[in-house]
């Protein structure tokens, strides 16, 4: 139950996962059970650790802490960001994806907002000095096991999808995406030379105890939302997929008789959410197909631009709220990011860890307002749509300058 009261922050940005008014009482789970956001509820300030990274990293995350800032300043609670470096500028800086002052940093804050990391400069580096290497260190050093990723069409964003208006209006996906197993961190892995020729292997791993954990983490989010679950795997090849579907039906039917799961294969997920997406509500996988088909999903709206998400574990450590795109290199520095899922991000953020859900109301209201005025970036801008482009730094001053004009109204 504590599990359903933390995790209903999470799902109301932009309106995005369900009316308020919906039901919350999935079926109660003994508390050493469920997995849950950590909140540390309402203070007078807050500490947060904030992970720029790479790429439009810096740019994004600025916009983002002054629309916090702005925010902050008109409820009257304090915010202090400590920085800290991941991905390639702490390999820069200290030859170190995921530094151990930035693991002290997290561990020692109220909530953590990254932006994103990576980069060609990074690429071709071994495998323990690369941008994604840190990002999985910090997943799995934190614990934070469940990935939140919400697909939802905005009205006002539409015309930016690529697929046709009747495939995606009305389109509200929730992919939940086990993020600390699965192949990304199963052993043995590397490149060995057997028999002469050099040979990769990586281990598709999954432990009972983690599909059960990832699986009431759906159930909860699926019974708040429609009730429909759709479990992806690989079950008619793999034997770890055969263990995911068998556990995560079991799960259902003892612990959430009301959700109504179904089984897909992965590939015909991929091809199902492109051809109808409108049969889905929420999606539980695991991390590798999860990492694969939140991508798809988030294009259905149009733009990765516009997606936050939030990584969460088990009660008692921060979550990570970061937005689900990656570091955009080619645009990094000419201020032509979108802000607004590390701003969505944000709102996520002070909802769920900070117990702010008044101010991120704001944070939310103030970003459809903007879309709602007609303003846009490059990335969800189509041609002869009559709106407004904006830079990066000038979008997050509108999400400010609407906070600041809904308090005075
Ligand atoms: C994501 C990213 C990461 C992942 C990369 C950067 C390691 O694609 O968060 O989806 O694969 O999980
Ligand atoms: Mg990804």
């Known amino acids: 139950m504590q599990l359903v009261k933390q995790l209903l922050p999470l799902l109301l940005p932009l309106g995005l996962l369900l009316p308020p008014a919906l039901s919350l009482l999935p079926p109660p789970l003994p508390p050493s059970r469920s997995s849950s956001l950590s909140a540390v509820g309402k203070k007078a ?29 008109a409820a009257g609670f304090g ?18 994806p995921y530094p151990p002052a930035t693991h002290a940093a997290c561990e020692a804050a109220d909530s953590i907002l990254l932006a994103c990391i990576g980069g060609y400069k990074w690429d071709s580096n071994p495998r ?28 006002q964003l539409i015309e930016a999808s690529t697929l046709k208006r009747e495939v995606v209006e009305g389109v509200d996906i929730m992919v939940v995406r086990e993020l600390t197993g699965d192949v990304y961190f199963g052993e ?17 791993i999954y432990k009972e105890s983690e599909i059960k954990r990832i699986a009431r983490v759906a159930g909860n989010v699926a019974s708040k939302r429609t009730g429909k679950l759709c479990s992806v795997d690989k079950a008619n090849v793999l034997d770890v997929s055969q263990l995911w579907k068998d556990v995560t039906t079991d799960i259902m039917e003892e612990e959430f008789p009301a959700v109504d799961l179904s089984h897909m294969y992965v590939d015909n997920a991929a091809m199902q959410l492109i051809r109808w997406p409108k049969q889905f509500d929420t999606i539980v996988t695991g991390n590798i197909f999860g990492d694969i088909l939140s991508d798809e999903a988030s294009m259905l709206v149009g733009s990765l631009g516009m997606l936050p998400s939030a990584s969460i574990g088990e009660p008692g450590g921060p979550g ?57 970036t490059a990335d969800i801008k189509s041609d002869g749509d009559g709106c407004e482009l904006l830079g990066c730094k000038e979008m997050g001053d509108k999400v400010s300058e609407m906070i600041t004009s809904m308090v005075k109204a």
Not at 51 to 67: K, M, N, R
Not at 83 to 91: D, K
Not at 360 to 365: H, L, S, V
């Open 128 to 155: 323990d000095m690369r941008p994604e290497t840190g990002l999985l260190a910090m997943r799995s050093r934190l614990g934070l096991f469940a990935n939140l990723r919400p697909a939802k069409v905005l009205p």
């Open 188 to 204: 043995p892995k590397g490149i060995d030379v057997i028999d002469g020729e050099r040979v990769g292997y990586n281990n598709m």
């Open 320 to 376: 990570v709220f970061e937005p689900c795109h990656g570091s955009a290199p080619d645009i990094a520095g000419e201020n032509k990011a979108n802000p607004l899922a590390m701003i969505l991000s944000a709102a996520m953020m002070l909802k769920y860890d900070l117990g702010r859900d008044e101010e991120a109301k704001m944070i939310e209201d103030a970003v459809e307002a903007v879309l709602d005025g007609g303003f846009r």
């Open 79 to 96: 915010l202090s960001f400590t920085p800290a470096l991941i991905g390639g500028a702490a390999i820069d800086a200290v030859q170190d």
């Open 45 to 73: 300030s807050y500490s947060i650790a904030l992970l720029e990274g790479d790429g439009i990293g810096p740019e994004i995350s600025a916009a983002t802490v002054s629309v916090l800032e702005t925010v902050a300043t």
